[in-house]
Nanobody
Framework: VQLQASGGGLVQAGGSLRLSCAAS????????MGWFRQAPGKERESVAR????????YYADSVKGRFTCSRDNAKNTGYLQMNNLKPEDTAVYYC?????????????????WGQGTLVTVSS
């Protein structure tokens, strides 16, 4: 499956952005989907994860209550709604997909990656 992330940009603290991840090539609903981010000088970290049907989600403590991930399998697209953004949310955001069973948040379990989209939050 090929992934294309979009929706990043510059926003003031307290603002919102919605990232999209468009999938092509395979049946999107067969893939676990994760969102990750990498801030300057830091390692890439898991942000959120959503199950195949959308019924099971995971959020990192740093974004819990502010970020919501969802997916529309009919449109082969996943979303990450980010509200109340903070300067520390500044990073390149990646969507990723994993085939097979099981719920995973670690990046090493994800087979497919989008190219990343930059989110910059100004104070």
């Amino acid at each position: 499956v090929q992934l294309q992330a979009s929706g990043g940009g510059l926003v003031q603290a307290g603002g919102s952005l919605r990232l999209s991840c468009a999938a092509s090539g395979r049946t999107f609903s067969n893939y676990l989907m994760g969102w990750f981010r990498q801030a300057p000088g830091k390692e890439r970290e898991s942000v959120a994860r959503i199950s195949w049907s959308g019924g099971n989600t995971y959020y990192a403590d740093s974004v819990k209550g502010r970020f919501t991930c969802s997916r529309d399998n009919a449109k082969n697209t996943g979303y990450l709604q980010m509200n109340n953004l903070k300067p520390e949310d500044t990073a390149v955001y990646y969507c990723a997909a994993r085939s097979g069973t099981g719920y995973y948040t670690s990046q090493r379990y994800y087979n497919y990656w989008g190219q990343g989209t930059l989110v910059t939050v100004s104070s």
